[in-house]
């Protein structure tokens, strides 16, 4: 089944130590998301690809940062985890730069900062 | 800006009852309206979607229309399940961006 994969699905990091979250999709989208979303909150968007293209939010902090070396996946870094980083991450993909479309998750990663 | 405002939770139901959950919205374009259900420990999913006014979007029981007039997309089901109990949240796109509301958790019991 065509799906939106995340690995791990749980990572523990320590206090400032630099940590990589992955997402890889079967679907061929185009546009890939990573939210984050703490504790009974909604997703936050922190970014997204269109192709290539990098969308940062207005308030993402530098702390956190995404590579898209091809269609299928794409990586959040987060330089130096901070107690506040802890959060369910989020990935998602959409076909399209589109309104119309609904984008697709995937399960999440869990991070944990000691 | 855009936003999106759902009411407050939790909500909990006894098996079979009928639900209803509020959602309104603000928005500067044309958006479309969306339900995103959240299971424990799981990621979101597409629920039901409506893309335009006075459409129905609809999925396992669940329907919400979205109404122009009155910025709503409150979502319904007639016959809750124990296995409905999750997060719901309700969202919008006017460009390819989602905004979500805070979403709202509902429990169902036996």
């Given amino acids: 089944d065509a799906m939106v994969i995340q690995n791990p699905r749980y990572q523990v990091t320590q206090f400032g130590k630099p940590v990589t979250l992955s997402c890889s999709q079967t679907l061929n989208h185009n546009v890939m998301y990573w939210y984050q979303q703490k504790s009974s909150q909604a997703p936050k968007l922190l970014f997204h690809y269109y192709d290539k293209d990098f969308n940062n939010e207005a308030d993402t902090p530098d702390n956190f940062q995404s590579r898209r070396p091809n269609t299928s996946f794409c990586f959040l870094d987060i330089r130096s985890p901070g107690l506040g980083d802890a959060a369910m991450y989020l990935c998602a993909t959409n076909r399209q730069a589109s309104s119309y479309n609904e984008q697709f998750f995937g399960p999440g990663t869990r991070l944990t900062v000691l | ?110």
Avoid at chain 2, 65 to 79: A, D, I, M, Q, V
Wanted: proline share 4%; charged share 20%.
């Fill in chain 2, 1 to 110: 800006g855009d936003s999106v405002t759902q009411m407050e939770g939790p909500v909990t139901l006894s098996e079979e009852a009928f639900l209803t959950i509020n959602c309104t919205y603000t928005a500067t374009g044309y958006p479309s309206l969306f339900w995103y259900v959240q299971y424990p420990g799981e990621g979101l999913q597409l629920l039901l979607k409506a893309t335009k006014a006075d459409d129905k979007g609809s999925n396992k029981g669940f329907e919400a229309t979205y109404r122009k007039e009155t910025t709503s997309f409150h979502l319904e089901k007639g016959s809750v399940q124990v296995s409905d109990s999750a997060v719901y949240f309700c969202a919008l796109s006017v460009s390819s961006k989602l905004t979500f509301g805070k979403g709202i958790t509902l429990s169902v019991r036996p």
